[in-house]
């Protein structure tokens, strides 16, 4: 298995503290996992005579990771925290060279960790016309033609972000894309990312035509009268047909892209992520990243398996990592699976029949071959994340789950399996994830809603819930978001954006799980503002195995650090503005400032 290179006779002498000399790193210069409390004890007892490179006054610190207190000053020697405190002793850690910054009354916390984005595909549709929030159809087809007629060097013209809502009937056709990009090739993602919305030279472009077949585990939509296709692709086998004739970005845009994509995590406070659903050749982009000393957040980075994943598959993934041993920035180790679509466009797996049409959702994995694979991977040592979204998906993954470690032994490093996203949940299957010690890896829309009124403002994608809820019906719907209730159950809960699903702001998705009531026939998931903060902090740090390195402000730890505008723990947040990040740093180093700080 990769890990077997860490070992501690290959770590090298990397750091000499107060005296100590500490074996701290591997050759690829990640923590040793042991390394942590040793470099926090040497760093207390260097704090005494030592001035900080970096200081926080004037804030309200909150360390996270279930902490009870805050404190009023942080310090930073190099890139980890060299100490936390009070007031009182703030003179000691200030130097001749010491960067202070005045919080200026605001709250601080440790950065966000989004545990589910598509950092690579973001930073590209950054570059696209943007259709989020458009509510009508004229909305969307006047987006797209002002879009074309601004890039009239563009051989395709290329855009995401629509909901169901405006389309006659929910689902958009190519004659409508047709109607603004007559003259050249046109796709559109939707929101969710799961269907894609293409005129008539697309599809000519790609060869579908009313004889082409429907790939496995993808639909191409067809006129029920003619058989044509209506310019709507469902889930990533049958985009995938339009995918191959797309001019495919060079190096040096792709990582222009993630450069892009990470600056807009950085305004965010989010200091690190989880990609979700990556491939060998684009994590190669993130390493060239690091090595240049480019990669401004830290990534854990997801390799995608598909059906038909064999043990020779795997084989050249174990190779990929132990190529990539991990680093404080950069390292995978983790697997992503789909194992259904979504509600919108009924290809959710559910444990019983959508109520607009009589069907379940058809999962992309029978049990047994999800089985062969989930213990496959388990077996070699692989965090598995899967996509899970309809309650009939989330029971089979806990079942694969379940029945893999019957089977196995734990990996050296334990078990962290995650679902993600689960929209809708068996109320039975509750407590089964702390029964299993899988992760709950949640995504809210991103809404901000004020405490006063309830009132949303919206920051995520067009509102899809009549579609959503109307596919399911009350019921289900009421069991969406069920964090609280997982957490209670002794499960373990984090949260992320989906970007570019959804805004990757942290904190308004923060303060909507805090705020948010109760759906009708549901129970109230809201959290404490501090448990919600956790679950972005310390918790999605546990969930990428790094709990020892970040996600808590405490000495020895990485000097990964948000700066609110406001103290959003002394007075509940009336308006955006509240919750505005004013600094961001990154290991130990300003990596965003809002303007006038």
């Not at 923590?31 to 040497?42: E, F, K, M, T, V």
């Not at 395709?156 to 972000?161: D, I, K, L």
């Not at 029945?403 to 089964?432: F, K, M, Q, S, W």
Request: charged share 20%.
């Amino acid at each position: 298995m990769p890990k077997s290179t860490i070992g501690s006779a290959g770590f090298r002498w990397a750091a000499v503290i107060a005296g100590a000399t500490l074996a701290l790193t591997t050759p690829a210069g990640a923590l040793h996992p042991d390394a942590a409390a040793a470099l926090g004890a040497a760093a207390q007892r260097q704090s005494s005579t030592a001035p900080a490179d970096l200081l926080i006054v004037n804030g309200k610190i909150y360390p996270a990771g279930g902490s009870r207190g805050f404190h009023e000053f942080l310090a930073v020697r190099g890139n980890r925290i060299s100490a936390v405190g009070a007031a009182a002793d703030i003179s000691r850690y200030r130097g001749p060279g010491t960067t202070v910054i005045d919080a200026r009354g605001g709250a601080v916390m440790p950065g966000f960790n989004d545990v589910h984005t598509h950092m690579l595909s973001g930073g590209l549709d950054m570059e696209n016309v943007d259709l989020q929030g458009a509510q009508t159809l004229d909305e969307l087809l006047t987006r797209i033609r002002n879009f074309a007629a601004s890039h009239p060097d563009r051989s395709w013209v290329r855009g995401r972000g629509w909901g169901y809502e405006p389309f006659p009937g929910g689902l958009p056709t190519r004659e409508q894309l047709d109607a603004a990009v007559p003259d050249r090739p046109a796709l559109m993602r939707c929101y969710d990312g799961h269907s894609v919305w293409v005129n008539s030279r697309a599809l000519a472009a790609a060869g579908i035509t009313k004889d082409t077949p429907d790939p496995q585990n993808g639909t191409i939509v067809r006129n029920p009268q003619t058989g044509e296709p209506t310019g709507l692709l469902k889930e990533g086998p049958a985009a995938a047909l339009i995918n191959k004739v797309l001019p495919r970005p060079d190096a040096a845009e792709r990582r222009r892209a993630l450069n892009a994509a990470i600056a807009e995590a950085l305004t965010f406070g989010v200091t690190s992520v989880t990609d979700a659903a990556g491939n060998p050749d684009d994590f190669e982009v993130y390493e060239q990243a690091r090595r240049a000393g480019e990669l401004g957040a830290r990534v854990y980075y997801s390799l995608l398996v598909s059906p038909g994943f064999t043990d020779r598959d795997a084989d050249r993934l174990d190779a990929v990592w132990k190529a990539h041993p991990d680093t404080p920035q950069l390292k995978t180790g983790v697997i992503k699976m789909f194992l259904d679509g979504v509600i919108e466009t009924n290809t959710a797996f559910m444990l019983a029949p959508y109520v607009n049409v009589p069907t379940k959702g058809t999962p992309n994995y029978t049990v047994a071959e999800f089985d062969r694979i989930v213990q496959m991977l388990d077996r070699r040592g692989w965090q598995i994340m899967v996509h899970a979204l309809g309650d009939g998906a989330v029971r089979m993954a806990l079942d694969g789950f379940e029945r893999a470690a019957a089977v196995n032994p734990a990996p050296a490093r334990g078990r962290r399996h995650r679902l993600e996203h689960i929209e809708t949940i068996a109320l039975g299957d509750v407590p089964r994830f702390g029964k299993l010690g899988v992760i709950a890896s949640m995504h809210p829309v991103g809404g901000f809603y004020v405490p006063s009124t309830g009132a949303p403002v919206r920051t995520g994608p067009p509102a899809a819930v009549g579609v959503w809820a109307g596919n399911i019906g009350p019921d289900r719907a009421a069991r969406d978001g069920m964090w609280k209730s997982i957490s209670a159950a002794g499960g373990r809960v984090v949260f992320g954006s989906d970007w570019p699903v959804a805004t990757l702001d942290a904190m308004g998705r923060i303060i909507g799980i805090v705020n948010r009531q109760p759906r009708r026939r549901g129970t109230d998931e809201r959290l404490p503002l501090t448990t919600a903060i956790d679950d972005y902090t310390s918790a999605a740090a546990y969930a990428a195995f790094d709990e020892n390195q970040k996600g808590t402000l405490a000495p020895g730890m990485l000097a990964d650090i948000v700066v609110l505008a406001t103290d959003v723990f002394s007075r509940p947040p009336a308006s955006r503005e509240d919750i505005a990040v004013a600094v961001t740093i990154v290991d130990g180093k300003v990596a965003y400032r809002a303007p006038g700080w």
